[in-house]
């Protein structure tokens, strides 16, 4: 579907819909099609006034044209291997490396203390 929306044979938003479906239909287990499910959401909130969540790089006039830009990233990002939970990772600006997210309890934190007891 997405090198049937990088040739032109599908509309950029009518192979958007069918690739999103691919997230809800893998029950959101099969990492790389979240990409298609945030860009929908994306395109819905800008159609309806509210800014997008998840990608920023684009507006109505442009929408197709980011589409298609997607669709190739998609293409190339699954000819390699990624790394488990890819779509889960993210870039840490504190040690410089992309990794899963954790979180470090504060033990002093008096409210954290308050709620556990």
Known sequence: M???IISGQIEPREGLKCLSRLDLA???QEGLYSIWYSLEDDVINLETGISPITNYDFDLESVDDF????A???LQLN???LPERFMWM???YDCQQ??????????DNALLNRLFK
């Open 2 to 4: 997405a090198k049937n």
């Open 26 to 28: 893998s029950f959101y």
């Open 67 to 70: 589409i298609k830009k997607v």
């Open 72 to 74: 190739e990233q998609y």
């Open 79 to 81: 000819k390699i291997t």
């Open 90 to 92: 993210a870039y840490c």
């Open 98 to 107: 992309i990794q899963h997210p954790t979180r470090k309890l504060d033990n």
